[in-house]
């Protein structure tokens, strides 16, 4: 993130990335911000510099570099999670078989009992809700790849492996 053409080519898509993850936009405060977020660990802010420079401060600057990976990176705080108990799981893993299939969601191989895993569509650290509805099977390495990626980013997960067919 060093020149600000460079910054201003891809902003729109770069505050997507961030909105998408759990920053929330912010406006700016002076003429010399190019853009101010706020994650759950603090206000971070672009400046641009007299030499028509950029200069990053908290997070912008790993998130930017996540964002130009295409790598994993949390403007929100890590959801606690509750253990469901072995009956609650089961339970759901049969309402899901019986609604889609057994096939993993990601790459459409069936699973086993040793292989299957719950993947929220909505990540809870995106605020996706934890019911059937926002649940689909996944295989163990699907899961683990999708991570904790926007439900756009795991469609799109989907539809290059469904290309791959």
């Known amino acids: 993130m060093r020149t600000l053409a460079m910054f201003t080519s ?5 505050e997507a990335f961030l909105t998408e993850r759990g920053a929330q936009i912010l406006q700016p ?3 010399w911000e190019l ?9 971070s802010v672009v400046y641009c510099n007299s030499k028509g420079g950029i200069t990053p401060t908290g997070e912008s600057d790993k998130a930017w570099g ?3 990976k295409n790598a994993a990176w949390r403007g ?5 999670k509750r253990p469901r108990k072995p009956e609650q799981k089961t339970s759901l893993f049969n309402a899901l078989m019986k609604r889609d299939g057994k096939a993993c969601f990601f790459c459409f191989v069936v699973t086993t009992e040793e292989d299957r895993s ?7 650290s995106h605020g996706g809700p934890n019911h ?3 649940f689909v099977i996944a295989c163990i390495p699907c899961n683990t790849k ?5 439900a756009m980013e795991k469609i799109r997960m989907r539809e290059a492996n469904r290309g791959a067919q």
Request: aromatic fraction near 8%; proline fraction near 8%.
């Open 118 to 124: 719950l993947e929220h569509l909505v990540p809870l």
């Open 35 to 43: 853009l101010r977020f706020k994650t759950s660990r603090g206000t």
């Open 132 to 134: 059937l509805s926002n």
């Open 146 to 150: 999708a991570g904790h990626m926007s």
């Open 10 to 14: 891809r902003r729109a898509k770069f």
């Open 76 to 80: 929100a705080p890590a959801p606690h």
């Open 29 to 31: 405060t002076n003429e």
């Open 66 to 68: 996540a964002f130009e």
